[in-house]
């Protein structure tokens, strides 16, 4: 198990690239999401007119990442052998993710997707491992949101913000804990939902089961 002071002085986890986070996460191959069609719903890249239809694409890709986000979290509790400030961090997160996850199928309605079954694999084996996924996947999450934020209607973007800002601080709160800068940049840009999935497939994240 690993404390805060191990876990600052590693290098792998003080790198202070985006690269260097996939780099180190990449080795997580062994996760698999169990299920067929979860990456349907990603909204398409290029900017499309608003709409009622686009905002139930969105808001289910974006419960799609809160699933993720809280499945990583519960089983990082149970495996990854966290205690002290990480495991504090991983018991808030996770429970916040899943408040997201209720507050977005609040607003599907009938429409939202069911939670899909995971396992993570070497991502949730250590806390080394945990570590370095967590900083990944918040940043990725938070890329996400602002990636697609333009593209709801006025109607739905309260709900996008409301989670967006939260996401914001575990990011920040994560990368405090590892030795990294909490805010390395002035203006955070956005990702594509094919941008994000690109990240965590490669993460050993999101995959289907072959």
């Known amino acids: 198990m690993l404390d805060r002071n191990e876990v600052s002085g590693d290098e792998a986890i003080r790198a202070g690239t985006r690269r260097c986070f996939l780099t180190a996460t990449a080795a997580a191959a062994g996760a698999a999401v169990i299920g067929t069609g979860l990456l349907d719903a990603a909204p398409a890249v290029s900017a499309p007119r608003r709409s009622r239809a686009l905002d139930r694409r969105i808001l289910d890709?974006?419960?799609?990442?809160?699933?993720?986000?809280?499945?990583?979290?519960?089983?990082?509790?149970k495996?990854?052998?966290?205690?002290?400030?990480?495991?504090?961090?991983a018991q808030v997160a996770g429970e916040q993710d899943r408040d997201h996850a209720a507050?977005?199928?609040r607003a599907l309605g009938a429409r939202a997707r069911p939670e899909?079954?995971?396992?993570?694999?070497?991502?949730?084996?250590?806390?080394?491992?945990?570590i370095q996924t967590a900083l990944l996947l918040e940043d990725t999450a938070v890329a996400a949101y602002n990636g697609q934020a333009a593209n709801l209607t006025r109607a739905s973007l309260p709900a996008a913000l409301s989670i967006v800002s939260v996401e914001g601080r575990h990011a920040a709160w994560i990368r405090d804990?590892?030795?990294?800068?909490?805010?390395?940049?002035?203006?955070?840009?956005?990702?594509?939902?094919?941008?994000?999935t690109a990240i965590l497939r490669r993460a050993g994240l999101l995959r289907r089961r072959p």
């Open 61 to 77: 890709f974006a419960l799609l990442l809160e699933y993720v986000q809280a499945a990583f979290y519960r089983d990082g509790l």
């Open 79 to 89: 495996r990854a052998g966290l205690r002290g400030e990480f495991r504090e961090f």
């Open 103 to 105: 507050l977005l199928r």
């Open 116 to 130: 899909p079954r995971f396992a993570f694999g070497e991502a949730t084996r250590t806390a080394r491992r945990f």
């Open 177 to 196: 804990l590892a030795g990294q800068d909490p805010a390395p940049l002035a203006a955070d840009l956005g990702k594509s939902a094919t941008e994000v």
